[in-house]
């Protein structure tokens, strides 16, 4: 990495007040990320300050909010599409949704590239803690090394499904060429975020008063841990992982599906990892408090209906895949016409009775509902959503990890159970919709879970590793006529920048 250190954890705009975590009223907190008057004091002689620095990367458009985040999540699966109009970022397409893959291509070095500077300033952090005299460490403290733990975790996770082999950095970097590494294997990139998780999940809290809300938990390290288990196909420590927060009893799935991805469904009972956006004043479209997430999907059209660049965007095959009269179908696509007279003939979409009208070039037929923000702030602040929270991880998610994984360790039973609860809730109540799963077949009960997979987390980052993870990626890819995609796809390149800087250390991924 050839990006200085130093430049990387003292982005003065990036490091936060205690406001980063305020959701009392986030529209008229201080702003989060931001640097105020008074934050010295309250973060001197503590580690929050780059802690929080953290937080804010993790809106960063390369991690999860933009186009980076989602080309490599979402576009690579059947169900999502690069959207717009065929002229925009035509080599984008080609690059994910084609899988023409090309190591000097912008998207994977500012994806690769983000993922590092968590990974450095976390290593940051823990260095500093670790030195300190251990005696004097508060609860605070400790929990501030959890938190550093849990975000190194996080971006290796990252970097291992996407690129396979990459080089481990658990230590503070003070010059350029202590990073000059070269790749380990898989198994000793799990072996450090397993114990990253493990270090996590025995200091995090279970909770966090209002005004910590999005903050992590305990159950967001476990969570992720399960997620990672599930990468791996080690169906018992999966299960293990997701039991132990559905034991718990923190989480639930109260709130209705129609309100779960809406500004009022943000830090739901079910939201275990969720980034915290907002606007105000100052800051009515600003990625120093909100992120692009929403701004990168909206509806691409003029005027009231410039809503964004209109990227990421559902597929025919993923609103074919909607069992008969399942609500989800229509939280997940959001319908648009393409001239005021189509918009005349077709049916508002809810809750807001809209009927956006885009550009008459654009290629995709929905947009991702997912995304879809309030007109009343769009009036407020501006037409982008920069407010707009991002759910990384849900309980509904934790239910079907134990599903997938009870029913892989033979307890059909319990799996029809995990199953149930989120199919009930995905019905609201009309019982002539989405029957309750009964079969105790482990091949048909697998279909089944995986099929629920599928639509009830549609367009939210894990379609393609499901894929990937399952081996079908490439029957179900050319099925969906991406007849391009070979297993090898299943890894990026490298980015040929990062190879280049590594005078010959960085060896790129086989086959490319």
């Not at 169900?79 to 925009?88: L, M, R």
């Not at 994977?108 to 005299?133: C, F, M, R, W």
Request: glycine fraction near 6%; aromatic fraction near 12%; charged fraction near 20%.
């Amino acid at each position: 990495m050839k990006k200085n250190i130093y430049h990387i954890i003292a982005i003065g705009w990036m490091a936060a007040s205690l406001a980063l975590f305020t959701h009392c009223n986030k529209f008229d907190q201080e702003p989060q990320g931001e640097w105020v008057d008074g934050d010295q004091g309250n973060v001197s002689g503590s580690f929050e300050a780059d802690i929080f620095t953290l937080y804010g990367k993790l809106r960063g458009s390369d991690l999860v909010a933009g186009i980076p985040a989602l080309a490599i999540h979402s576009f690579r699966s059947e169900d999502a599409e690069k959207g717009s109009t065929a002229s925009d970022g035509v080599d984008h397409a080609n690059m994910f949704d084609n899988f023409n893959y090309v190591a000097t291509n912008g998207l994977i070095n500012g994806y690769y590239s983000a993922n590092y500077e968590v990974i450095h300033l976390s290593n940051t952090v823990l260095d500093k803690i670790n030195k300190a005299d251990q005696s004097t460490l508060t609860d605070s403290d400790k929990i501030n090394r959890g938190e550093a733990h849990f975000f190194r975790a996080f971006a290796y996770f990252n970097l291992v499904r996407a690129f396979g082999e990459v080089p481990l950095i658990n230590f503070r970097i003070y010059k350029d060429e202590d990073a000059n590494k070269p790749k380990v294997s898989v198994d000793k990139i799990y072996e450090l975020i397993d114990a990253d998780l493990t270090a996590a999940e025995s200091v995090l809290p279970r909770t966090w008063s209002a005004i910590y809300i999005g903050r992590l938990t305990w159950g967001a390290a476990r969570s992720l841990h399960a997620k990672t288990y599930m990468m791996r196909s080690n169906w018992q420590a999966m299960y293990n992982a997701s039991t132990d927060v559905i034991n718990s009893g923190i989480y639930n799935l109260s709130t209705p599906y129609n309100k779960l991805f809406r500004e009022s469904g943000e830090n739901a009972p079910e939201s275990i990892l969720e980034v915290q956006c907002t606007a105000n004043a100052t800051y009515p479209q600003s990625s120093q408090v909100g992120s692009q997430f929403a701004n990168v999907q909206g509806v691409r059209g003029s005027g009231q209906w410039d809503l964004g660049w209109g990227w990421n965007c559902p597929t025919q095959l993923l609103a074919d895949a909607f069992e008969a009269g399942d609500p989800r179908k229509d939280e997940t696509l959001l319908y648009f016409a393409k001239s005021e007279a189509e918009a005349a003939t077709m049916q508002p979409n809810t809750p807001y009775d809209e009927k956006p009208i885009a550009q008459a070039g654009v290629v995709n037929k929905y947009y991702n509902k997912k995304a879809y923000t309030d007109p009343a702030l769009r009036r407020s602040y501006s037409r982008f959503g920069y407010w707009f929270n991002i759910r990384l991880i849900r309980y509904s998610d934790v239910l079907l990890m134990a599903a997938e994984a009870a029913n892989e360790l033979g307890n059909s039973a319990q799996a029809l159970v995990y199953l149930e609860q989120v199919r009930a809730r995905a019905r609201a109540g009309n019982n002539s919709v989405l029957p309750a799963v009964t079969t105790t077949v482990q091949s048909d009960l697998r279909d089944a879970i995986r099929h629920e997979r599928r639509i009830e987390l549609a367009m939210e980052f894990d379609r393609f590793y499901d894929l990937v993870r399952w081996n079908i990626d490439v029957e179900t890819l050319h099925n969906a006529g991406k007849t391009a995609y070979q297993t090898k796809h299943r890894l990026l390149p490298l980015p040929q920048a990062q190879i280049d800087r590594s005078n010959g250390v960085l060896i790129q991924n086989p086959n490319y």
